[in-house]
């Protein structure tokens, strides 16, 4: 069973920046495609980055354009989400996913297993 578990969250301005990260346990990290969703109040949970298990290819929803990057580091078992110029709208809160089936390019929501409780960012204008 893999435990996940987010940092990073907090209040930041509008055009800030924050690095969140997921810590992950219980498991082999390294057979994990790893990915971020995030959920804000009254909105379907959507997906932001993901990860393949290697750490090669990265995937990004299309709202990022550029602004977040995600990474992971092997040796820590943890996996990272670089967010820059924040606005109102990224305030949600952040989940970090592990997923076994499959790849990290065609993964749903279905495909991830085990899921972190979140991170909550606020950013205010």
């Known amino acids: 069973q893999v435990q996940l578990v987010e940092s990073g969250g907090g209040l930041v301005q509008a055009g800030g920046s924050l690095r969140l990260s997921c810590v992950a346990s219980g498991g082999t990290f390294s057979t994990y495609f790893m990915g971020w969703f995030r959920q804000a109040p009254g909105k379907e949970r959507e997906f932001v980055a993901s990860i393949s298990r290697g750490g090669s290819m990265t995937y990004y929803g299309d709202f990022v354009k550029g602004r977040f990057t995600i990474s992971r580091d092997g040796a820590k078992n943890t996996v990272y989400l670089l967010t820059n110029n924040l606005n109102p709208e990224d305030s949600a809160v952040y989940f970090c996913?592990?997923?076994?089936?499959?790849?990290?390019?065609?993964?749903?929501?279905?495909?991830?297993?085990?899921w972190g409780r979140g991170t909550q960012v606020t950013v205010s204008s």
């Open positions: 996913a592990a997923g076994s089936r499959g790849v990290a390019r065609f993964a749903t929501m279905a495909n991830y297993e085990y």
